[in-house]
Structure formats: structure tokens, C-alpha cells
């Protein structure tokens, strides 16, 4: 795991400076400790900053072929880099060292780049092609490593964080309004967009070409399909979901470092714990963390599996004033506002868990690949609801619902009353966006009534539903629970919980891998019919078939519960007035939204009657984000 970034000066332009791409480098230290490379080469220059997991001594980078005219630097793991370099090795390819690294060249120099499609792993990657001076950029599949880039009249830049391309003098700290606009709504900027005016994130499983001559061309290389359905019966379901995802932990065992897992107590990180004590000989490192709120802390469920099977345990507890020591080095980390609340205690978690190991495992993508969350099923069994007049599901039943208290003590994702308050939001909205109707943070009216008149007049016609709809259309799917499911892998999934897990683990040069993100399991369970992922309106029935004999009864028949953080409580109570000062005493807040319009939301939330926490939390996360942007700036 590691940093990367670079610079490429087109035709007529100065060479590539040393001086700018060591500064970038820096600003990615906390990505990889161990060592730093560069390869600088007239108008091309690439730089790592390196943690090393797999070929600690010999596996150092930039890494080139024999000759020296191909160049990468990579960051993540390619799972299947033994089987691939004996392939290669029999193509007549020689190899200098050990590492995972030197096949991407020499699978480049074999294959093309359709060499991406040989890959099993999580990577994003530079590497320059000298003979056809080309530079080709691209990232994993599932989009488990990052890349950003811009292009303008001083060249391309690109980097595994926004802080490395920020270092150029030239890149401007502009907000961009339609990012703010989409955040508000979904507590994540999605990709291709950033928080940043000319800053783009490359999209998992694309890939940027550019030649010297030309400008970036940005491609898909890869599409999740959902069909044709595996036919298949229910033992050779169970079997076959044994042996795929039994061998993806294994080969996330691969590691010359002290590895571990984090376990919440779900049945995915469960599961994962229990595959790893199949394997090893040793007890499992295992982290967890918890509150001291009972509704929201799964820690007796970890505890449990820990004792199942004699990890080596360790828990913590995150609690209101945690969250105000990390949340500013949160922000830093992620660069863009993130509002999601769970990115705060994992912070933390990855701190710990430093402490102890190098590589973590984790439970990323359990619930996409296996449709673990409950409005999946629900989407489905209230289509005769939403088929009510408006006046109705719109008007009459929201008016009658906001009478009723809402309390912050429940977790939103077990709140009876939560969720009863959002089916005025479920019928308005389109079923293409199932993530805006259940778990939007402002819905496009509130958006409207929070903005000043100038961002009101600007940004009234974008609908963030939209932008999710068309991500839904695009799905290579005929079901509304696959392409559902399509659009999580490509939006929530990609542009939220996986940025989450990246830059609170990297901030603490902590290596996650996810084994549910494997390829051979992700275009496995994508091809499976429905009634293995769905059943009684429950997720993810096959996991809990083919692996809860390995788990605590109590584990195996837990309901689903989303790693909430009770933000809402807190912001009554312990972070009552340290919030106020932050919403209320941020003038850099009053250039986008009025302060009567967040004044309303903080009394409405004081009163009981609307639990308006993770709506408070969005904006706290961007105006502190843009204390620290105005801090840089003076």
C-alpha cells in the first residue's frame, strides 16, 4: 500500500521539475513510510512513497522492465501476482525482484492494456510508456485505491490523494457548487467530481490515457454483469460460495508484516474472522470499536466471536470528546468533505490497530455483493404505496408523521419513526434512486431552503436523483434489485465507504483489504438469482446458508445493524454547544447557506420533534473542512 503521484508536461512545455513532484510526495508520507522513489524523465515524472508488504527488502519503486522503457508506480495488491509471473516467466519475461509490483510492467509489456483484466487485487497505477510516450493511469475494479487528476495548460497531474495535486501553485482551492450540491444530499461527492473545481477522481474501473501529442482520454475498462443467472441449486450455492470466498481471505493472508482484522460483530466481518482462524496457526489479531451508548455498540457481538475464536482481542470505546480530538485530523485525511459519522471512530480504530499490525482485514462490500441492506426488499413491497395519489404519500401522511417525536437514543437504521418520516421522500422520489430515498441526507427542497439566493437561482434544476438515476440506467441489469444494486457498487460504494476505509486506514500508513471485493466474488454473487441474495425480507441469506455454522448462534441470527455513530444524540446533548459555535460562528458557512435556515434546523433538532443529526453533522464537516481550506489559502 502506498502513495503515488506525478507530472507530464506536454510538447512545448518546460520539463518536469524534481523540486514539484518531491513536494507532492510528501503531502502522501502518511500512505507509505518506508520509502520514497522517483523516476524522472524530461517531461514525464513518477513518485511513490512506499509501505512495504510484499517484497519488503528487494520490491523498492519506481520498477521497470529489462530495458528500462517501461516504468510503473503502484499502489494496493494484485492477489494473483505468483500465478501470473510464472505465466509470464514463460513468455520468456525476466524478473528482478519478488514483488506484486514488476508483473503489472511485464504483464503491460505482454498484454496490452487489457493486461488490466488479468488483474485479481486492488490497485491504482502510473506507468509511462517511453517507446510510444504514453502514460496510461487506472484503477481497480471496485475502486479500492484512489486516483485524482488534472489536466490544464501546465500538464497533467495526478495523485492518490487530492493533498499531492493541491501542492502545485498553479491549482486553485475553488469549491466547486455542483459537489457541495451533491453532498448535501448524499454526505459524499461522487465520482468523477470532487469538492474541487478542476480536480477529478478517476472512477473505478476506468483507466486515463494520454500521449504527449493529445489530451486525457478517460475509458471504462470493466462492467459488473448481472446476467446471464448462474441456474443453480441451493447446495452448489452454498459450496461454491464456500470455495470462492474461502480462497479470496486466503490470498489476503499474503503479507512479510503483521496482519489482522477488524471485527464489528456483524456477519461479515464475523465471517471473515472465522475463514482466517481456519487458516492460521496462530491467534487472529482482531479490533474493534464501540460507545458507550448501548443502541449503538455492537461490541458484545465482537467480544463474542473474538472468545468463539480465541483471537487476540482488542476493543475500544469512542465516545462524544474522541470525536472532537480527531475530527479535524478526519478531515485532513480525506481532503473533501466526508460526512459520513462512521469515518470518525474507524479514524481512531486504524490508529489503534497500528499499534499492532500492518494489513487489516475488513467486511467492505458484504452488503453490496449480497444485498445486506434492508430497503433492498423494502423498495420492492411498497411500490402499491407509492402508487397512492401524491396528496396522500406526500402531503397528508408527512404532515401527520412530523407530529411525532423523533428520538436520537434508536439508531436511524432501527428507527421505526425515522423511517416512517422518510416515505414521503420514498414516493417523491424515483425508484432509480433507492440510496436518495432512504438515506439522503437533505432532500432537493431542503437543499433549496437552505441556500442563499444565489446558490438557490444556480443549482434549483440539479436534482442529485437524477445524477443517481442515470448511474442506475447504465447497469448491465434487467431487475430493480440488481441495477439497485449496480448503482450502490458505483456510487455509495466507490465514492463513500470505500474512500472512508482507505484514508482513515492510509492516515495511519494501515493497509485494509476486502475480501468481499474479490473478482472472482463480486462476478460471482452479481450473477446469482435473486432468491439467494433476498428472502423474507432479509440480506445476504446465502451468506448466513454457507457460513453461520462457523458463527455463534447469536451471531448467525443477528439482524442487520449498521455501524451508526449517535452524532444526533451527542449534538443535544455533550457536542450541544461546541456545534452551535461551529455552525453558528462560521462566517465562510454564509457565503452558501442563510444562518436563520441552520438555526431552524438546530432548534427543530433541540426540540425533539425532528431528529435532524446527520443533517447538522453534513454541515459541521464541511465548514470545519472549509476552516482548514481558508487556513491554507492565508
Known amino acids: 500500500m502506498c502513495g503515488i503521484c506525478g507530472h507530464l508536461t506536454l510538447d512545448g512545455q518546460p520539463p518536469v521539475e524534481l523540486a514539484l513532484v518531491r513536494q507532492m510526495n510528501r503531502t502522501l508520507k502518511h500512505r507509505g513510510p518506508d520509502s520514497e522513489g522517483y523516476e524522472i524523465r524530461e517531461h514525464v515524472g513518477l513518485a511513490i512513497s512506499r509501505l512495504a508488504v510484499i517484497d519488503v527488502e528487494g520490491g523498492q519503486q519506481p520498477i521497470t522492465n529489462e530495458d528500462g522503457t517501461v516504468v510503473v508506480v503502484f499502489n494496493g495488491e494484485i492477489y494473483n501476482f505468483v500465478e501470473l509471473r510464472t505465466e509470464l516467466e514463460n513468455f520468456g519475461h525476466i524478473f528482478s525482484t519478488k514483488s506484486d509490483t514488476e508483473v503489472i510492467v511485464h504483464a503491460y509489456e505482454q498484454w496490452g492494456d487489457e493486461a488490466l483484466h488479468r488483474f485479481n487485487g486492488m490497485f491504482a497505477f502510473s506507468l509511462w510508456d517511453a517507446p510510444r510516450q504514453r502514460l496510461l493511469l487506472a484503477r481497480d475494479r471496485m475502486g479500492k485505491k484512489p486516483l485524482y487528476w488534472h489536466h490544464s495548460a501546465d500538464g497533467l497531474l495526478w495523485g492518490s490523494e487530492a493533498k499531492a495535486l493541491l501542492a502545485a501553485p498553479w491549482i486553485k482551492r475553488r469549491v466547486n457548487p455542483l459537489s457541495l450540491h451533491h453532498y448535501l444530499t448524499l454526505q459524499y461527492v461522487p465520482d ?102 448501548p443502541r449503538y455498540s455492537e461490541s458484545h457481538f465482537a467480544r463474542q466471536v473474538a472468545a468463539y475464536y480465541q483471537t487476540d482481542h482488542h476493543e475500544f470505546v469512542f465516545n462524544a470528546q474522541d470525536l472532537v480530538r480527531v475530527i479535524e485530523g478526519s478531515i485532513a485525511a480525506t481532503d473533501e468533505p466526508l460526512a459520513d459519522p462512521a469515518a470518525l471512530p474507524l479514524f481512531e480504530l486504524s490508529r489503534q490497530a497500528r499499534r499492532y499490525v500492518t494489513v487489516a482485514l475488513c467486511g467492505d ?185 462457523l458463527l455463534p448462534p447469536s451471531i448467525k441470527s443477528r439482524r442487520k445493524q449498521g455501524f451508526g455513530v449517535p452524532v444526533g444524540s451527542w449534538l443535544r446533548n455533550e457536542l450541544h454547544a461546541w456545534a452551535r459555535e461551529r455552525l453558528l460562528g462560521n462566517r465562510l458557512l454564509e457565503e452558501w447557506f442563510q444562518p436563520a435556515a441552520i438555526q431552524r434546523l438546530l432548534h427543530e433538532h433541540d426540540g425533539g420533534k425532528i431528529n435532524h443529526g446527520k443533517r447538522l453533522w453534513a454541515l459541521l464537516i464541511f465548514g470545519l473542512w472549509l476552516e482548514q481550506v481558508h487556513k491554507v489559502r492565508t
Not at 455509495?492 to 482507505?502: F, G, S
Request: net charge neutral.
Open 365 to 549: 462490500g458484504g452488503d453490496e455483493t449480497l444485498a445486506g441492506y434492508r430497503r433492498y426488499a423494502v423498495d420492492g413491497l411498497l411500490k402499491p404505496y407509492a402508487a397512492l395519489p401524491s396528496w396522500i404519500t406526500q402531503r397528508a401522511v408527512p404532515a401527520a408523521l412530523r407530529l411525532l417525536p423523533e428520538s436520537t437514543w434508536i439508531p436511524e437504521d432501527r428507527n421505526i419513526i425515522t423511517g416512517l418520516k422518510r416515505l414521503g421522500q420514498f414516493s417523491a422520489t424515483t425508484p432509480k434512486a433507492s440510496l436518495v430515498r432512504w438515506c439522503s441526507y437533505f432532500t432537493h427542497d431542503e437543499k433549496l431552503a437552505l441556500y442563499t439566493d444565489n446558490w438557490r437561482d444556480q443549482l434549483g434544476a440539479s436534482d442529485t436523483a437524477n445524477w443517481i438515476a442515470n448511474v442506475f440506467d447504465e447497469a448491465h441489469a434487467s431487475s430493480l434489485l440488481d441495477r439497485t444494486l449496480h448503482t450502490d457498487h458505483t456510487t455509495y460504494l466507490a465514492a463513500d465507504l470505500l474512500p472512508k476505509t482507505d484514508r482513515m486506514t492510509m492516515a495511519h500508513s494501515l493497509e485494509a483489504r476486502s475480501p468481499f471485493l474479490d473478482v472472482k466474488w463480486v462476478e460471482w454473487t452479481a450473477r446469482l438469482p435473486e432468491c439467494f441474495k433476498v428472502r423474507h425480507l432479509s440480506g445476504k441469506w446465502l451468506l448466513k446458508a454457507a457460513f453461520g455454522d
Open 192 to 293: 468523477p467530481l470532487t469538492i474541487f473545481e478542476g480536480i477529478h477522481r478517476l472512477p473505478a474501473a476506468h483507466k486515463l490515457v494520454v500521449e504527449r501529442s493529445g489530451s486525457p482520454n478517460v475509458s471504462r475498462w470493466w462492467q459488473l454483469e448481472f446476467e446471464p443467472k448462474w441456474k443453480i441449486r441451493t447446495d452448489e450455492a452454498v459450496e461454491q460460495a464456500q470455495e470462492i470466498l474461502k480462497a479470496a481471505v486466503q490470498r489476503r493472508l499474503i503479507a512479510e508484516v503483521p496482519l489482522g482484522a477488524f471485527l464489528s460483530g456483524g456477519i461479515d466481518s464475523s465471517t471473515i474472522v472465522a475463514l482466517m482462524a481456519q487458516s492460521s496457526s496462530k491467534p487472529v489479531k482482531t479490533f474493534s470499536i464501540g460507545f458507550a451508548e
